[in-house]
């Protein structure tokens, strides 16, 4: 307190006494009031007259979050033997308090304004006697204030270290006390309502919200802000619908001036649990309330719609508030700004606002059981495709089985494929049935989010790496119908920095030994902190070195990553390593340079992402899977990365990339063809998979997307680069899917597929029409035996088509490293061609087509 205000006992009598300004006058005519700011909270003295201090002036602040308010003039006036006085006590909002005594006329000074001078003829003792009573009076009201402030604001400093501590209960207790003692105080109540709200009291947190706006705090402050929304969050976890919906409307017409949008939520709730509980009257009410503007946006329409999907309540219903929604959207009014870029990007932000509703309303169909075209727009919207798929999970014994991704290897070596999900393994019995063999074969799955099968010791059997946080788990394959953990011995005994997501396997450097690299994701405790990436060199005896740094893979900047993927994109027989990473984090192109080196050329080769503008140029996207292929049947490998990109942000964020291999000529460049392909945006894409489904010769594309109502995505190849979806008329649709891997489980020559998922993983057949086929499966007994990283060339007739052999892509799946052609209506021979490795080749001519055939390196 600056020394001007410091208030000075006398004779237990508080005085404004200041000895440094007035020494020889204690007693002057006029008055001196002290009031607070928020922003500084000093003490700015106003001059009544020309004293600057007064009898009995003091003053406490405690502090507030809220804001200040306005002093009432109130007080007591006293006029006696010439001397007028008012004695002063406001209460400043705050906790402040501000106390004063005003007088007119002094000895020294003469009389104050208004003040006949008639009456300052009387006697000293009369005006001095009324002037010390004054004070007297003053002394104890400030003492008394000083004893309250001081207990409101221990209270008030102990309720919050409590809080903080999160000792509610305790913490509450204390705010109660500050609250009694001062009812206005905002701090006090602003607690009071988030504890209550913490402590599942909402109709109590309610009551607070709507006090705190009594006392002139606005419910677009962030802390009135923050306990609505912990109020709403909490209400909305109640089992008991009932309750639920008695609290909603406590809320409604309890606080005022709710935001339109929380209005909307609270009564799509209210329609939704009294639709749900039978209360049809109650439900009328309010769905008139709700549309009673006839202009009702497209936004309100889908807050209605979702409600009903999560009561599951009205679903027909909601699929008409879906589709109405996307009317009113398209419908919107745009006004140009100005600036053509800006207005592509807003009409680019637009389109994809749909497909977000284009999702729920997919799911609202499915849901429903809507699969008449003349009710389903996207079945009257997609044509016949060549292939449909049935979904045989429940059939082949693999219903609920929880895994985000799947892996495909034969493990036991019988000619079937089989599978493994969250390192639980499920033996292929007969091409049609799967048999869980995980604790016979003495695998010990524990938190393992993904899984690779590779030969990592080339003795013919395939191991099994399981990928957990901290630690991978290496086992190996005994031959003999068991599995041992090898993951010290074999150098692997790693503790990770954070979740090895992107694990994939490739003989990077010809020698014959399957060479690991493992990304990294952000560590739980550290969200959007990179990690390093992770390098490890097979010596070829069944042991692996850390050459992350050697390699320069892992001696530059972390990443938090998410996925990665092998493939030689520009022919050099050396294969290069596409690293996808989240966080709007730019990617990477690791150029093969031979040696065990390797450059990251995503920048000069134009597929490090799309950089952002302004203060977003270092934004990039959220990549979650690259994964490569030949789209265009032109030998050069073409690359898919697939992002999560929420609409509202793709003026900055990426969303799923298609680029197509500019080839040679053009320095290997890369360019994004993903608006002119045909493919939609979905906004939670997980992971791209290629697969020739329908055997026309043409790798398909199929997207799958995270969270309950995202549907998969399959596109048929139509050519020119350009495809067309056919998920729903081909029955391949499913919901919240995340890791796919294809194979042929049957060996009849299409393609199946496993699905990874939170909520199960999915397995569906292939009923491809009568199409020919080859399959091709490598055998190295001089190399990796497998024949991971070689190139499969197949000409037949008119096509030519290349497969890569691969051992883990995208975001850690895995699917067959039997390479697949589909051939068409071809009827002749097929020449093949396998480049190994080490780069070396060996052609197989003239060879019969409609059939597997295993081709031994020479």
Known sequence: MPLAMRPHSVGGVASGYNPVQFPRQPYVCGASWARTTQATTSRNVMHWGPANLCIGHALRWVGTSGL????????????????????????????????????????????????????????????????????????????????????????????????????????????????????????????????????????????????????????????????????????????????????????????????????????????????????????????????????????????????????????????????????????????????????????????????????????????????????????????????????????????????????????????????????????????????????????????????????????????????????????????????????????????????????????????GALDLFIGCFEHPQQPSVGQPSFVFHNNGKGRFADVSKSSTIGGVQNFCTRGAAWGDFNNDGRPDLYVANYRLQPNQLWVNQGGGRFLDEALALGVRGIPGQDKFAQAFGHSVAPTWGDLDNDGNLDLIVTNVALWRYLDFADPTLVYRNEGKGLGWRFKDIARDSGIRHQEMAAEAGLCDVDNDGDLDLLLTAVYKERPTALYMNVGANKFQPVTWRSGLLAFNTWGQAWFDKDNDGDMDVALGSAAGIRLFENKAADTAWLRVQLLDHRGNRQGIGSRVTVVAGALTLIREITCGTGSTSQSSPIAHFGLGSHKGTADITVRWPDGTEQRVAATPINRLVKIERK
Request: proline share 5%; with cysteine.
């Open 68 to 511: 200040p308010e306005d002093d009432d003039d109130a007080g007591t006036g006293y006029e006696a033997a010439g001397v007028v006085a008012r004695v002063r006590l406001d209460r400043g909002g705050q906790g402040g308090y501000t106390l004063g005594v005003l007088w007119w006329g002094d000895p020294a000074c003469g009389p104050g304004p208004g003040v006949p001078k008639e009456q300052t003829r009387m006697k000293k003792y009369r005006r001095w006697l009324v002037a010390a009573a004054l004070a007297v009076c003053a002394g104890r009201c400030w003492a008394g204030t000083r004893l309250t402030d001081d207990v409101v604001g221990a209270a008030i400093r102990e309720g919050r270290e409590l809080y903080q501590a999160g000792k509610l209960e305790p913490a509450l207790a204390r705010f109660l006390e500050a609250a009694k003692l001062s009812p206005e105080n905002k701090i006090a109540n602003h607690y009071l309502g988030r504890i209550y709200a913490r402590l599942r009291r909402f109709r109590e947190a309610v009551d607070t919200l709507r006090r705190l706006q009594g006392l002139g705090v606005s419910l677009s402050h962030e802390d009135m802000q923050f306990t609505l929304k912990l109020v709403l969050d909490g209400v909305l976890e109640l089992q008991d619908l009932k309750q639920r919906a008695d609290l909603l409307i406590h809320v409604r017409e309890t606080i005022q001036g709710l935001p339109l949008q929380v209005e909307r939520e609270v009564d799509a709730h209210l329609m939704a649990i009294y639709a749900k509980i039978g209360e049809q009257h109650l439900h009328d009410v309010v769905k008139k309330r709700y549309f009673a503007n006839p202009a009702v946006p497209g936004e309100a329409y889908f807050t209605a719609a979702k409600t009903n999907l999560i009561y599951d309540v009205n679903l027909p219903q909601a699929a008409s508030y879906f589709e109405q929604a996307l009317e009113a959207l398209k419908e919107r009014p745009f006004e140009t700004t100005g600036n053509p870029d800006r207005d592509a990007a807003i009409l680019r932000q637009r389109e994809a606002e749909l497909t977000v509703v284009e999702d729920f309303l997919a799911y609202t169909y499915n849901a429903a059981s809507i699969l008449e075209p003349t009710r389903n727009r996207f079945l009257a919207a997609e044509p016949n495709p060549k292939t449909t798929f049935a979904d045989i999970t429940t059939a082949a014994g693999l219903q609920g089985v929880l895994s985000g991704r799947v892996a495909v290897g034969d493990f036991d070596g019988d000619g079937l494929e089989d599978l493994c999900a969250a390192g639980r393994v499920f033996k292929n019995v007969d091409g049609k049935t799967f048999k869980e063999v995980t604790k016979e074969i003495g695998v010990e799955p524990k938190d393992v989010a993904a899984a690779l099968w590779l030969d990592y010791d080339n003795d013919g059997q395939l191991d099994l790496l399981c990928a957990s946080f901290p630690k991978v788990r290496l086992w190996r394959n005994t031959g003999k119908g068991t599995f041992e953990d090898v993951t010290v011995g074999a150098g692997l005994d790693y503790a990770f920095p954070g979740p090895p997501e992107a694990i994939a396997a490739c003989d990077y450097d010809g020698d």
